[in-house]
């Protein structure tokens, strides 16, 4: 799906596109920088004002956003259909980045829980009993022996205080 203005009738993206070129600042070895306030108005306008289709986290919008201002600067075209052509580049750029997943290891001192796994969207939380799964196992041993070496830090049980 591409990328949209919600509603055009409420606020005219050509008077949008024209204060970004009144915001942005070009310096002499051929970057670009934006007036800070004006930047911030203008990217929280645009973000109500875009319909992005598809679910993206507020993170992911404004990172979006950002590309296409610069890139909507470079070029010197303040134009609806250069916006939105740009933007859609962007959308595309970024659904073409493969999906990282990442494990978080954490420990809480409990007795027992009374179930074994939660799914809060798409996270899955898994509960495991006494010890960490086997996969995390060497990689946390391997830590906790060098970690008294690795920038001076000390485990806990290592600290006296007198």
């Given at each position: 799906m591409r990328v949209k203005f919600k509603n055009e009738k409420k606020i005219s993206p050509s008077a949008l596109l024209q204060k970004l070129e009144n915001i942005v600042i070009k310096k002499k070895d051929g970057r670009i920088s934006f007036e800070a306030f004006g930047y911030e108005e203008v990217k929280w306008i645009y973000l109500s004002l875009i319909d992005f289709g598809d679910i993206y986290s507020s993170d992911i919008k404004?990172?979006?956003?950002?590309?296409?201002?610069?890139?909507?600067?470079?070029?010197?075209?303040?134009?609806?259909?250069?916006?939105?052509?740009?933007?859609?580049?962007?959308?595309?750029?970024?659904?073409?980045?493969?999906?990282?997943?990442?494990?978080?290891?954490?420990?809480?001192?409990?007795k027992e829980l009374p179930i074994k796994s939660i799914k809060i969207g798409n996270c899955n939380i898994k509960i495991y009993g006494h010890k960490f799964p086997r996969k995390f196992q060497k990689a946390r041993t391997d830590l906790f022996n060098n970690l008294s070496s690795i920038l001076n830090y000390f485990t806990i049980n290592e600290i006296r205080i007198q």
């Open positions: 404004k990172q979006l956003l950002n590309r296409t201002f610069r890139k909507v600067a470079e070029l010197n075209k303040y134009d609806k259909s250069t916006f939105l052509d740009v933007l859609n580049q962007e959308v595309a750029a970024h659904r073409k980045k493969p999906i990282k997943s990442y494990y978080l290891l954490s420990s809480i001192s409990v």
